[in-house]
């Protein structure tokens, strides 16, 4: 029973080996091209596959170990013959599409002859034109040589009017630029101008005046004195007076007791934007000072003097 297994065939499909006396079937796999054997159990598989059966008749393995041979014999040299079929068939296939594929390249190069013999006529008509061209260039050429002989004097002329135009633009641009420059310099005067009159004028002005010394007395440090001063003897009597009509305008103020006398002067130039507080004379006896010295017109209120009515034109002045 084993050697009678031994000598069956197996099926493609499932690979069982094919019992004594059943049928197997040849299919052809259009893939590969070979023949196969297919077990009954698998006939649908192969034909799901889309194997073709060979359509001769069925195998049957038969039990007669001398027959079995001579069949596998046989079936061996039917599949040779076959694989040599299939590679005969192969290069007939190979065969055809190279035929196919020349045929094909035949009637591309006949297109391409084609083509190029359109291209060569075209080439000489274009050629046809070209020297047309040629020749119409060189006549244009010999015009524009003539024109440009006859307008040459022409030409210079308009470059040398061209250079004196050039010339008298750039004066006129540098004198405009000049002309610039002078008016930003007139308005900078101006303004420049405006600013010291409206510092002058409020120079000018006795009472404005008398006010920003007493704003700078109060923020320097001889403030601190009087205030020190006026603890031990009581307010004084205080004198602001502008002196004179020079530049930098000078102030005095003059803080008196009864026993002593402080002169400061404070000198302003408002156009400049200067001012200095400095500590003129002193004294202990105010009767040494001048009468109009000793009018008061401003007063110590804490810590600050402070003009008095007196000051702002409202009764005597001072």
């Known amino acids: 029973?084993?050697?009678?297994?031994?000598?069956?065939?197996?099926?493609?499909?499932?690979?069982?080996?094919?019992?004594?006396?059943?049928?197997?079937?040849?299919?052809?796999?259009?893939?590969?091209?070979?023949?196969?054997?297919?077990?009954?159990?698998?006939?649908?598989?192969?034909?799901?596959?889309?194997?073709?059966?060979?359509?001769?008749?069925?195998?049957?393995?038969?039990?007669?170990?001398?027959?079995?041979?001579?069949?596998?014999?046989?079936?061996?040299?039917?599949?040779?013959?076959?694989?040599?079929?299939?590679?005969?068939?192969f290069d007939l296939d190979q065969v055809r599409s190279a035929l196919a594929k020349a045929e094909q390249q035949a009637g591309e190069l006949r297109t391409v002859k084609r083509e190029m013999k359109d291209l060569s006529n075209e080439m000489r008509r274009r050629d046809r034109e070209l020297r047309g061209m040629a020749d119409e260039k060189r006549r244009s050429d010999e015009r524009a040589?003539?024109?440009?002989?006859?307008?040459?004097?022409?030409?210079?002329?308009?470059?040398?009017?061209?250079?004196?135009?050039?010339?008298?633009?750039?004066?006129?641009?540098?004198?405009?630029?000049?002309?610039?420059?002078?008016?930003?310099?007139?308005?900078?005067?101006?303004?420049?101008?405006?600013?010291?009159?409206?510092?002058?004028?409020?120079?000018?002005?006795?009472?404005?005046?008398?006010?920003?010394?007493?704003?700078?007395?109060?923020?320097?440090?001889?403030?601190?004195?009087?205030?020190?001063?006026?603890?031990?003897?009581?307010?004084?009597l205080v004198n602001v007076a502008v002196d004179g009509c020079e530049l930098p305008r000078v102030v005095s103020i003059c803080v008196a007791w009864d026993i002593s006398w402080y002169e400061y002067e404070v000198r302003l130039d408002l156009y400049e934007q200067t001012v200095s507080v400095d500590e003129g004379r002193r004294g202990d006896d105010p009767r040494d000072l001048p009468a109009h010295r000793l009018h008061p017109n401003a007063v110590l209120r804490?810590?600050?003097v402070v003009l008095t009515m007196q000051a702002f034109g409202v009764g005597a002045t001072g």
């Open 145 to 236: 040589a003539q024109a440009e002989s006859a307008h040459r004097a022409e030409i210079a002329k308009h470059h040398q009017v061209g250079a004196r135009l050039d010339e008298q633009t750039a004066m006129v641009e540098r004198l405009e630029s000049r002309v610039g420059q002078l008016e930003q310099e007139l308005e900078h005067e101006r303004r420049r101008y405006g600013e010291l009159a409206e510092a002058r004028r409020t120079e000018g002005d006795a009472r404005q005046v008398r006010r920003m010394a007493l704003e700078a007395f109060n923020r320097s440090p001889h403030v601190e004195r009087v205030v020190s001063i006026s603890r031990s003897l009581g307010d004084p």
């Open 302 to 304: 804490s810590d600050r």
């Open 1 to 89: 029973m084993t050697s009678i297994a031994e000598n069956t065939a197996s099926c493609a499909l499932c690979r069982r080996h094919l019992l004594v006396g059943e049928p197997a079937r040849l299919y052809q796999d259009p893939a590969s091209k070979r023949f196969l054997k297919v077990c009954p159990l698998c006939y649908e598989q192969a034909d799901r596959r889309g194997w073709r059966a060979d359509g001769r008749p069925i195998v049957a393995v038969h039990a007669n170990p001398p027959r079995d041979h001579a069949l596998r014999e046989r079936e061996g040299l039917i599949d040779r013959l076959r694989g040599q079929l299939q590679s005969v068939e």
